[in-house]
């Protein structure tokens, strides 16, 4: 069965420091595809980012990284120094949906909720 | 703009009384869905809809009802609200399946007292 854990609950850093969020994943298929979101205080679900299961290329975007694992499943996002901006729940998410088995859900981790401080 | 809109963005009511949530998405998007969020346990998915007439329940379907009589609306119905549902609700479309980005409305807080 798909499952995602995020088993940090909340991380704390001091400005400038670079922090690593881990997400696990369980699937089955060899399609399939990961996402992270992010929910800043004011509430909203924000997009950061989509992998599929074929491309393992870590990717680059400013100061946030995603290093993506088949080996261990795991698709871990990485922010470099850290600004207070980033305080936010951070979900990762998975989904393979697929019109054979007619599996049309996307799972989502508990969420790591990050807290920078000034 | 491309957005997903969902009203109202807070509502407090009373245990038994049905009550609506409207979601409406100008993306021309197939796939919609509904979550609710709750403290420690992420989004879970009430359910999806893949198409006009297509609906699907998710994780958490009990107690809510949907329906997509057309491509842009996803109302939320709730029959008969208990406390148990009061949480943050999310209404969410995505262009054909949920392997692709969703685009998320602004929230429901719901409060059933």
């Known amino acids: 069965a798909q499952k995602v854990t995020q088993a940090q609950t909340e991380i704390s850093v001091v400005e400038k420091e670079d922090v690593t969020l881990d997400c696990v994943y369980e699937t089955r298929d060899t399609t399939y595809y990961l996402f992270w979101y992010k929910q800043p205080p004011s509430g909203e679900l924000v997009f950061l980012i989509r992998r599929n299961s074929f491309d393992e290329q870590n990717e680059i975007s400013g100061r946030y990284s995603w290093n993506f694992q088949k080996s261990t499943s795991s698709f871990n996002f990485t922010i470099t120094a850290s600004q207070v901006v980033d305080s936010a729940v951070y979900f990762c998410?998975?989904?393979?949906?697929?019109?054979?088995?007619?599996?049309?859900?996307?799972?989502w981790g508990a969420g790591t909720k990050l807290i920078i401080k000034p | 703009e491309a957005q997903v809109t969902q009203n109202p963005r807070y509502l407090i009511t009373v245990t038994g009384k049905k009550l609506t949530v409207t979601c409406s998405q100008n993306m021309n998007h197939e796939y919609m869905s509904w979550y609710r969020q709750d403290p420690g346990l992420g989004l879970r998915q009430i359910y999806y809809?893949?198409?006009?007439?297509?609906?699907d329940k998710g994780d958490v379907p009990e107690g809510y009802k949907v329906s997509r009589k057309e491509k842009r609306n996803f109302p939320l119905i709730l029959e008969s609200p208990s406390p148990n549902q009061t949480s943050l609700y999310f209404c969410?479309?995505?262009?054909?399946?949920?392997?692709?980005?969703?685009?998320f409305g602004q929230g429901t807080r719901l409060t059933v007292v």
């Open positions: 969410a479309s995505s262009l054909s399946t949920p392997n692709t980005e969703a685009f």
């Open positions: 809809s893949m198409n006009v007439e297509v609906t």
């Open positions: 998410a998975l989904s393979e949906a697929s019109y054979m088995d007619s599996n049309y859900q996307l799972i």
